[in-house]
């Protein structure tokens, strides 16, 4: 938990570099929110006022969310010793995004790199 307190703690930080757990953490902890807002919503705890069926708390979470979701994702990218560029590849359908997947499974760059010391000493 205390790894997702940190990412937020380092906002809009695209500099520097994120372990693997730091990145999962992150992830994992808001994949775990917007879900449960979504259940939150989905038994009508929150009623919506434009009559449409929109989910408003997690939309709104996941806004607030994106910048420090690039933010760790860039980190991470340069924990492997790769540039922000590359999220980019994300773009090209299905390829790009399990090459990304794989980028970010990838262990770290040991010792330092072009974009900082190595987060594991």
């Keep these: 938990m205390n790894e ?3 990412c937020l703690r380092k906002y809009a930080d695209f500099s520097g570099r994120a372990r ?3 990145f ?3 992830t994992l902890v808001n994949f775990i929110i917007v879900f449960a807002l979504l259940i939150i919503e989905s038994k009508g705890y929150v009623r919506i006022v434009s009559g449409k069926d929109q989910s408003i708390l997690a939309m709104g ?6 910048i420090p ?3 760790v994702f860039v ?3 340069h924990d492997t010793n790769r540039s922000s560029r590359c999220y980019f590849i994300g773009w090209i359908p299905i390829i790009g995004s399990i090459i990304l997947l794989l980028y970010v499974l990838q262990d ?3 010792g330092p790199n072009q ?5 594991k000493r």
């Design 4 to 6: 997702y307190f940190e």
């Design 20 to 22: 693997r757990k730091e």
């Design 24 to 26: 999962w953490m992150f």
């Design 61 to 66: 979470y996941s806004l607030f969310i994106s």
């Design 69 to 71: 979701s690039l933010a």
């Design 75 to 77: 980190r991470r990218l």
């Design 108 to 110: 770290s760059d040991p």
């Design 115 to 119: 974009y900082g010391a190595n987060p």
